[in-house]
């Protein structure tokens, strides 16, 4: 991998560190150059064990060191690839750095990898018995510190709705301390057709492919009729019981202030609130997710 000493950000081959919007990055009409930034040695580095392909990194020098063992493992990764290219390490001043980034680079250095193709929604789950699935939450700190409750939690897969925000968006990507590279994740639900938030469009395609998969699933809602994570847990077991096949679940979370469209809560099988004390109402989405996620942990990868 070679290193390249710049002195400038203005270096046009910084584009994708320093230029280009998240919408460009992504870049829809040629996926196959869609690429995201991961931002700190530890958030690269799981990108990379996660199996994406670099395409260039940027930090200070005196990153280097610490980068090192990395870099080499990337290296041996690229010759295994007979024509696969390099994977240059930019190397610039710290104040250049801290005009990109507003502040020291204090988390070591950026790496952009190459958008993967998302898979199916049967391939993503697997033979996993716990999902997540996020239903057009637009803020993406939730997004990333949902991905990071999932992967704590052994979430076997978590789907996101059309209108939902980028899991690689590189703030969530930040916030989930890469663990959106752990678990496993695609879209659900026609993205073909135009889904404004709040509709629940989605859902008409997707809870239908959800049963199909063999997932009862339970809406995280504020409802009269609704269950505690128990009384869930209970009702599962059994269920379990008199068929004798394991439950798989599939919980579903809304944005915050709206929750869940009203055409998916009615859609899902069982509406489920977390009791609260002190006249509190609901969490956060994301701090509602740890909490569901621990409660039906016997059905993830922690619990069996």
């Known amino acids: 991998m070679p290193l390249i000493y710049v002195d400038t950000l203005d270096d046009p081959r910084l584009d994708v560190f320093a230029r280009l919007t998240e919408a460009q990055l992504r870049c829809k009409l ?29 930090m200070e020098e005196k990153w280097l060191g610490a980068m090192a063992p990395l870099i ?15 994977v240059p390490v930019f190397v610039a001043p710290r104040e250049e750095l801290a005009r990109l980034t507003g502040f020291e680079l204090t988390r070591g250095a950026l790496g952009a990898f190459r ?11 697997g033979d996993g018995r716990l999902v997540a699935v996020l239903e057009d939450v637009t803020n993406h700190t939730n997004v990333g510190a949902i991905f990071r409750s999932a992967a704590a939690m052994g979430v076997d897969a978590v789907l996101v709705s059309p209108a939902c925000y980028d899991p690689l968006y590189r703030r969530s990507v930040r916030v ?31 809870i239908d492919q959800l049963h199909e998969l063999g997932f009862i699933c339970a809406a995280m ?9 128990d009384e869930l847990a209970a009702l599962l077991a ?28 009615v859609r899902c099988d ?17 701090a509602s997710s740890a909490v569901a996620f621990y409660a039906f942990r016997s059905l993830s990868q922690l619990g069996r």
Do not use: C, Y
């Open 221 to 229: 809602a504020l409802s009269d009729d609704s269950v505690t994570p």
């Open 72 to 86: 080499a493992r990337m290296e041996e990764a690229a010759r295994q690839q007979p024509g696969a290219p390099d």
């Open 115 to 125: 958008r993967p193709a998302l898979p199916t929604v049967a391939e993503a789950v």
């Open 270 to 286: 069982h509406t489920v609130r977390i009791p609260m004390a002190h006249g509190v109402d609901s969490l956060n989405v994301a």
């Open 238 to 265: 059994e269920r379990e019981a008199v068929t004798g096949a394991p439950a798989k679940l599939a919980l579903l979370f809304g944005t915050e202030g709206d929750g869940l469209a009203p055409a998916t809560i």
């Open 30 to 58: 040629e996926p196959e150059r869609a690429v995201f930034i991961a931002e700190s040695e530890k958030v690269i580095e799981r990108a990379f064990e996660g199996g994406m392909e670099p395409v260039s990194l940027l």
């Open 176 to 206: 989930s301390m890469g663990t959106v590279f752990q678990v496993p994740w695609t879209r659900i639900g026609d993205t073909a057709v135009p889904n404004r938030p709040g509709e629940g469009t989605w859902s008409a395609e997707g």
